[in-house]
């Protein structure tokens, strides 16, 4: 994956999965490019890494997306691609290991350590910058539903949606825009 040539990263891989992503918002315009402006490793119960995926649009205009991922790999019981097929970006190889890159939403444990996270109103320090995670008074009452079992629908929509039991609702946002989410804004 790390020693393939860009445009064939963008081609083959990156382009495909973003085209049949629902939040991805210039499915259908042409794209000149796909980057990762950021990429910084995050562990909380395991290892996800932070990407901003910045799309240049042939007119001219840039979209940014948080495309939070992950790697796992097959043993001899399991076959991660059975599990995270649908959100699989690709299948990687490192010497006699097979494995998938997937968006890390996938994984139930993913947006649990995103809620727990929050619930500390943790700062995590990534490379050139930090994530920061806040919540309300309220979060203290309804924390035990982040322990219950979590799904995330597999029809995705411009965002994507975690659901802790049926107390408590994770919206991921995956567009990034600049300024303060209307919502978010609402909210307070």
Do not use: C
């Not at 259908?28 to 990407?51: C, G, Q, R, Y």
């Not at 949606?161 to 209307?182: A, D, E, S």
């Amino acid at each position: 994956f790390v020693h393939a040539p860009h445009e064939k990263l963008r081609d083959e891989v990156m382009l495909p999965y973003l085209r049949g992503r629902r939040w991805f918002a210039a499915k259908n315009e042409k794209v000149d490019d796909v980057h990762m402006t950021f990429v910084a490793p995050w562990k909380a119960s395991a290892l996800w890494t932070i990407t901003v995926v910045e799309a240049a649009l042939a007119d001219g205009r840039s979209q940014r997306y948080f495309l939070p991922l992950a790697l796992d790999w097959e043993t001899r019981d399991r076959d991660p691609h059975e599990q995270f097929g649908a959100a699989a970006i690709t299948k990687v190889r490192y010497r006699d290991r097979v494995g998938v890159f997937y968006g890390a939403y996938a994984n139930p444990e993913f947006g649990r350590a995103l809620a727990l996270a929050m619930g500390r109103n943790e700062e995590v320090a990534l490379r050139r910058g930090k994530l920061k995670f806040t919540s309300t008074a309220l979060y203290k009452e309804l924390e035990p539903a982040v322990h219950e079992d979590v799904k995330v629908p597999g029809l995705e929509q411009s965002n994507t949606g975690v659901f802790f039991g049926n107390k408590l609702f994770l919206k991921g946002y995956r567009r990034m825009r600049v300024g303060v989410n209307p919502e978010l804004e609402l909210g307070r």
